[in-house]
């Protein structure tokens, strides 16, 4: 089977508003590489080996379903606590699994207080596809406690545009495969004041992961 090169390109106004240079990734079916953003950190002396964002921005109003199949309000359920944000979809094959998986791993080894104090939510870029059953059973491989959400991809793209990260309509490919093209950003929260203040590109270690995660668990400033 041909291999479809992953889409990189520099996400534009985004770039400047989130002081970096953000890449879009195309996650298709049949796999891709991709070639790393290149960011500068905002504060170098800060506790915190994710780059710090210049700019922090608000949690997005946004309103999906959760994997139980019930309402989940984003800002409401996750106010006054430390949260990891990413967008993606299930049957990518590269960026959205590994990334997830890094952040398993890396809050398996959080203490169970700390765990608490975390959430890992994931929204899908592909609802019609990604059913709450589907992102259930998904995510339960890389954390059982992750928050899977899904449902209007309008709502999904204006709630991402906002954080600087761009998502496009899923494609159908002639052989029946999707390539869901979307920011491989993740967006730390921190429980303060329930701003983003932290960034991680598509490719960051599990271990950076695993030196912040005990730091957004305690509301350290970035």
Not at 22 to 42: E, H, I, M, Y
Not at 72 to 87: E, V, W
């Amino acid at each position: 089977m041909p291999r479809t090169p992953r889409t990189a390109r520099l996400a534009g106004a985004a770039a400047v508003a989130l002081a970096a240079a953000l890449t879009l990734t195309a996650c298709g079916s049949d796999g891709g590489g991709t070639s790393p953003a290149k960011v500068t950190r905002q504060k170098a002396d800060s506790p915190y080996e994710g780059t710090v964002l210049g700019k922090n921005f608000e949690k997005p109003d946004l309103q999906l379903t959760d994997t139980a199949g019930q309402p989940y309000d984003l800002r409401q359920k996750t106010n006054g606590k430390a949260t990891l944000l990413f967008f993606g979809y299930t049957s990518c094959p590269d960026v959205c699994p590994t990334t997830m998986g890094d952040i398993g791993v890396a809050m398996k080894k959080l203490s169970a207080e700390e765990r608490q104090k975390v959430n890992v939510v994931f929204v899908s870029t592909d609802p019609q596809r990604d059913t709450p059953q589907v992102l259930r059973t998904w995510l339960d491989s890389m954390g059982s406690d992750f928050t899977g959400l899904t449902g209007d991809l309008a709502k999904v793209k204006t709630a991402a545009k906002s954080l600087g990260i761009m998502i496009e309509d899923p494609v159908v490919n002639g052989d029946g495969t999707v390539t869901s093209t979307h920011g491989a950003q993740v967006l730390a929260f921190l429980p303060s004041d329930d701003k983003a203040h932290v960034l991680y590109l598509s490719g960051t270690e599990e271990k950076t992961y695993e030196h912040d995660l005990p730091l957004l668990a305690k509301g350290v400033s970035a």
